[in-house]
């Protein structure tokens, strides 16, 4: 008899840790393997996209040497001497707007009229402010009362980027200032992931379609909806393979078509009631089938990881809360290993908790909260630690508290404090809906 740590017991499920689970997960050689193939597009089309390759700029930026301010380019030797009670005068001997070059060049007397942006002149080694200078004779001549500093108001060319420099690295999840940065070097396109095909289905046969008529027996499916909302934010493109019965065949067979694509999710069927095939399904249909079967989380310990002829699955729980916790935890660490990415930017906000919460023994929970402000600093309150079926309980929470179990630690380990600083993980942004 085998005796691992990891066992199982007649009928008692031996869970895995979370950690140990993805480990176990993406450790597998066919997740190492599957390679994502790349595209070209328009940085119109590049937020949320990867980028597949690193950009190295192909420019100093800015390319020329430029004026910030609205005002005279001039010698700043020429003011050595200007005060308030001697001011210096100069000839303005011409203009240039952004986007032109002036012909002319400043010798010791003269200044030329520039705008911000624009290109200075041959010559000139500072510009001075239009606020700091009188202008008089039509602006034909300008007193300056100020000593100007060699430089002033001009942003250097290659001051904001050098030519040659990485730009982005490979795997950057590309956001609004990155694709402007991107744009401000000239390059139009860019090579990008492409998206993988993450194949959602929902089993049991008590889901109606939102929409359809609703049997006194059922209920509406919202796992599919929600999840493929989860995988088009996350680098994923949906596919929807629909509601499945709980009918061994009829699962076999969608289980045959999501093959095709390259993660499959299956809700629901994941535990081990009568009429849940999922796993022991996909044992059948392909080595080495489900890896791990279980994991010690609240919600969502019935998850189940596998790889089915070469695809992995994840089997989420049918309970929507567990099966978006689930897919947290263990689909986005598979997308973003297949992408080559460390994700988008998540937002975290750190909160004093508003009440005790005690932990599940030996598992990892997964506390909704809403985040209020008092006086200036920020409450964690729990929503509800139960109810992973009621999925307003998510909805209406503004992040989550992940907290680890630690029954050898510190005091208090099995229950976080009233009072205590915790970290949310933000589902929305809490400053812009108010939080008061
Ligand atoms: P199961 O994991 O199949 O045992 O399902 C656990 C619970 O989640 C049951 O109450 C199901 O009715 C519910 N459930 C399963 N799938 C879905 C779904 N797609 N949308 C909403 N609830 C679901
Ligand atoms: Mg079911």
Known sequence: MHHGALKKISNHRKYYSISLALKKFLSQSKIS???VRTEYV????????????GILCPRDIPPFWRSTVDGFAILSSD???ATRAHHVMLDVVGKISA????????????AIAIATGAKIPKGADSVIMIEDVIIEDKGKKIFIQHRTDKGSNISPKGNDLRKGQILLKEGTWLTAADIGLIASVGIPRINVYKKIQVAVLSTGSELAEPGSSLGNASIFDSNRFMLASIVRKQGGEPIDLGICKDEKSLIHARIMHALKFDVILISGGSSVGEKDYVPSLINEIGKPGIIVSGVAMKPGSPTSLGIVNGKP?????GYPVSAFVALYTFGLPLFYKILNTNGPPVAKQIAKLASDVQLHKGMTTFIRVRILRRHGSFLAEPV???GASLLSTLAYSDGIVVAKYNSRGAQGDDKLQKGQDVEVILLRDVYRQGAQ
Do not use: F, N, Q, W
Not at 42 to 53: F, M, N, Q, V, Y
Not at 99 to 110: A, L
Not at 313 to 317: D, Y
């Open 33 to 35: 393997s599957i390679s």
């Open 42 to 53: 328009s940085l119109g089309e590049a937020t949320d996209r990867i980028l597949a390759k």
């Open 79 to 81: 003011t050595k001497s």
């Open 99 to 110: 986007g032109k070059k002036s012909p002319k060049r400043i010798s010791s007397g003269k």
């Open 313 to 317: 699955v994840i089997v989420l729980p």
């Open 384 to 386: 509800s630690s139960t």
